[in-house]
């Protein structure tokens, strides 16, 4: 039955899947329907409607917010090591003003250029995040100490994503620069173990960036993952072939640019459609057009806004944590701009070159 399904039932079922995942862990966090939650619901609401629209109708319903961009690795796909300022930390104040700003988050991913882990206040950040009941997700590279896995373990995120592109311990050590994929499994083992001992509910999922030379050992994380017996999900992207990333990669790599990325995302969603069920894990692969600027924000460890993770050019100011008015940059022309590029075709000079236009 599944094999005679066609390419378009198995991307609905498999996106049918993962958004079916999010609205039962999203839900929770708007119940009781008090105003503050009341405004939070009909906000994403706005967001979704008024997707394809040149102005927003609502607030960010998400952000992705840089805990540091720090990092223990030197990863080959990663720009981290080409930014101006390596070792910028979030301030705890920044977030609590950030969260204050932004009243109608339903979730939060603490994590941007730099390994989340290395801010000393993330779990107070994640806490917080908790406790305003935002979902809150983090990804790491998990080559961490074993006092932080425990710290991991212990910390109030919704769910915690490890990124690994390839279990082959050489391969993994070629992307991942300093990166040792023994650790990745001795830490996946001891987070599981303590999830388990202490009754904790964060999931565990992968997160891969997936290269030419990757993309045919997919099967290889879905093994891994089952065998870890935690992990839950698998959420597959594309090495990012957006201008400003290429130019900063090295030959070896920008050989292993995903070609013919339509056809081959058609390809790899039945791949994953027939894996998760196969192996019983969630899968999915980021691909598409984009709709980051009608319910999405970014902000950076400086504090500093901008459309997406994609985006990091400064010179067009798109906003400042502490200049206070957050909704004042969401709503202003520059980012009305970036909307209209979407939607007419013609992009806004920010997202020249991105796959996602
Ligand atoms: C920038 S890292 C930060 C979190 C943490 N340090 C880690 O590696 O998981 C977040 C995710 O971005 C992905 N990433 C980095 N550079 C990328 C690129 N050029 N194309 C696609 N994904 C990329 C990484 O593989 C990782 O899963
Ligand atoms: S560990 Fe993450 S942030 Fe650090 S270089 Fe690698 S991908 Fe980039
Ligand atoms: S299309 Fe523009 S806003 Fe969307 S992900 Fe690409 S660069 Fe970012």
Same mark, same amino acid.
């Given at each position: 039955?599944?094999?005679?399904?066609?390419?378009?039932?198995?991307?609905?079922?498999?996106?049918?899947?993962?958004?079916?995942?999010?609205?039962?862990?999203?839900?929770?966090?708007?119940?009781?329907?008090?105003?503050?939650?009341?405004?939070?619901?009909?906000?994403?609401?706005?967001?979704?409607?008024?997707?394809?629209?040149?102005?927003?109708?609502?607030?960010?319903?998400?952000?992705?917010i840089?805990?540091?961009?720090?990092?223990?690795?030197?990863?080959?796909?990663? +720009?981290?090591?080409?930014?101006?300022h390596? $070792?910028?930390?979030?301030? *705890?104040?920044?977030? #609590?003003?950030? &969260? %204050?700003?932004?009243?109608?988050?339903?979730a939060?991913?603490?994590?941007?250029?730099?390994?989340?882990t290395?801010?000393?206040? +993330?779990?107070?950040?994640?806490?917080?995040? $908790?406790?305003?009941?935002i *979902?809150?997700?983090? #990804?790491?590279? &998990? %080559?961490?100490?074993?006092?932080?896995?425990?710290?991991?373990?212990?910390?109030?995120?919704?769910?915690?994503?490890?990124?690994?592109?390839?279990?082959?311990?050489?391969?993994?050590?070629?992307?991942?620069?300093?990166?040792?994929?023994?650790?990745?499994?001795?830490?996946?083992?001891?987070?599981?173990?303590?999830?388990?001992?202490n009754?904790?509910?964060?999931?565990?999922?992968i997160?891969?960036?997936?290269?030419?030379?990757?993309?045919?050992?997919?099967?290889?994380?879905?093994?891994?993952?089952?065998?870890?017996?935690?992990?839950?999900?698998?959420?597959t992207?594309?090495?990012?072939?957006?201008?400003?990333?290429?130019?900063?990669?090295?030959?070896?790599l920008?050989?292993?640019?995903?070609?013919?990325?339509?056809?081959?995302?058609?390809?790899?969603?039945a791949?994953?459609?027939?894996?998760?069920?196969?192996?019983?894990?969630?899968?999915?692969?980021?691909?598409?057009?984009?709709?980051?600027?009608w319910?999405?924000?970014?902000?950076?460890?400086?504090?500093?806004?901008?459309?997406?993770?994609?985006?990091?050019?400064?010179?067009?100011?798109?906003?400042?944590?502490?200049?206070?008015?957050?909704?004042?940059?969401?709503?202003?022309?520059?980012?009305?701009?970036?909307?209209?590029?979407?939607?007419?075709?013609?992009?806004?000079?920010?997202?020249?070159?991105?796959?996602?236009?």
């Amino acid at each position: 039955m599944i094999h005679l399904m066609k390419n378009s039932q198995k991307r609905a079922a498999l996106e049918f899947r993962q958004f079916w995942y999010l609205i039962k862990h999203i839900l929770p966090k708007v119940l009781p329907l008090n105003s503050r939650n009341l405004f939070r619901l009909k906000n994403a609401i706005r967001d979704l409607r008024s997707r394809g629209g040149i102005q927003a109708a609502g607030q960010p319903m998400y952000a992705q917010i840089e805990p540091t961009t720090a990092c223990n690795l030197t990863c080959r796909f990663c +720009l981290n090591r080409h930014l101006a300022h390596p $070792r910028d930390h979030l301030l *705890y104040e920044q977030f #609590v003003q950030i &969260l %204050n700003g932004l009243p109608g988050l339903l979730a939060i991913n603490l994590q941007g250029l730099g390994e989340p882990t290395m801010n000393k206040d +993330l779990f107070k950040m994640a806490s917080e995040a $908790r406790r305003r009941k935002i *979902y809150v997700f983090t #990804v790491t590279n &998990l %080559n961490l100490s074993k006092k932080m896995v425990c710290k991991l373990a212990d910390s109030e995120f919704d769910a915690i994503n490890i990124s690994i592109e390839s279990v082959d311990p050489e391969k993994y050590a070629w992307y991942r620069r300093g990166g040792d994929i023994r650790t990745v499994v001795r830490n996946l083992k001891l987070l599981g173990n303590l999830k388990k001992k202490n009754g904790r509910t964060f999931s565990v999922g992968i997160w891969t960036t997936m290269t030419e030379e990757t993309i045919g050992s997919i099967e290889s994380i879905f093994e891994f993952a089952s065998q870890s017996g935690v992990i839950e999900r698998i959420q597959t992207v594309f090495l990012t072939d957006k201008a400003s990333h290429v130019s900063k990669y090295e030959d070896a790599l920008r050989t292993q640019q995903i070609a013919d990325r339509r056809a081959k995302a058609k390809k790899v969603r039945a791949v994953l459609h027939f894996l998760s069920r196969k192996y019983g894990i969630l899968a999915s692969l980021v691909e598409g057009k984009c709709s980051w600027p009608w319910s999405s924000v970014y902000i950076n460890a400086q504090g500093l806004l901008s459309p997406c993770c994609n985006i990091r050019n400064r010179d067009l100011k798109w906003g400042d944590v502490a200049e206070g008015n957050i909704d004042r940059a969401w709503y202003g022309t520059e980012w009305d701009k970036l909307r209209k590029g979407l939607v007419t075709g013609k992009p806004h000079r920010a997202c020249a070159g991105c796959p996602y236009v």
